[in-house]
């Protein structure tokens, strides 16, 4: 599969700098709400002994949560590799060195091997083909797929319209606001479920289960609308 994405307008983007107040917001906060919740329900649904594969993963924050919650490793696939430096310190300050990989390179024209878990926080809004990276995402899971994106709310259009332009005037970048149903459609179409699901201000968070052949009933999905 051909990449669809230049790195440039990543990696300028999601610099150094980007990266250094990233790393000191995790120190002194850890994850932001939506971040959190979706690591918790990951661990709501079992992580322990699980290989996690994050895309556009930053620093890290979220991987070391998970591995702090009984996950047996993680790689990290960014497009920018100016995150490294940050994320190694933080792998070495929570005493986990050795448990994370990083690649460079777009994940959806890039082979990586698949994992328990795949998790993308806040990456669907930064890619031009929403189809072919949760599709990748989903045939990359083998049980569990978590994601957040921005809700597409009428009231939240204008502000994403600002967003997209004022990234393509400064950073030659795009921001993407999609239906809920758009965005989960290929995952849903390779066998995920949704599992549980919460509606924030702005942010839109779903954990998707890879369906079991079993004649017993699906759990019931968790939704839950207040501010994140």
Avoid: N
Avoid at 127 to 132: I, K, L, R, S, V
Avoid at 173 to 202: C, D, I, K, N, T
């Amino acid at each position: 599969m051909s990449s669809c994405c230049s790195p440039d307008p990543y990696r300028k983007l999601f610099g150094r700098k980007q990266a250094r107040k990233d790393a000191k917001r995790f120190r002194r906060k850890g994850l932001d709400a939506t971040a959190r919740r979706l690591v918790d329900g990951l661990t709501a649904r079992g992580v322990d002994g699980a290989e996690v594969l994050e895309v556009g993963g930053g620093v890290g924050g979220v991987d070391i949560e998970l591995l702090r919650a009984g996950a047996a490793g993680a790689t990290v696939v960014e497009l920018s590799p100016e995150y490294d430096e940050e994320a190694a310190a933080l792998l070495r300050e929570a005493g986990l060195e050795g448990r994370i990989e990083r690649r460079i390179g777009d994940f959806v024209a890039d082979g990586v091997p698949p994992a328990d878990v795949v998790v993308m926080h806040r990456v669907v809004c930064c890619y031009p083909d929403e189809q072919a990276l949760v599709g990748a995402a989903a045939d990359h899971a083998r049980r569990l797929l978590a994601l957040s994106f921005p809700r597409d709310a009428l009231h939240l259009r204008p502000i994403a319209w600002a967003m997209d332009q004022g990234l393509r005037l400064v950073f030659h970048f795009r921001f993407y606001m999609r239906p809920r149903e758009q965005v989960l459609a290929p995952a849903e179409a390779r066998g995920f479920r949704v599992v549980s699901e919460h509606e924030g201000v702005f942010w839109r968070l779903a954990v998707l289960e890879r369906a079991q052949s079993s004649e017993s009933e699906p759990d019931a999905v968790s939704q839950v609308k207040t501010s994140a």
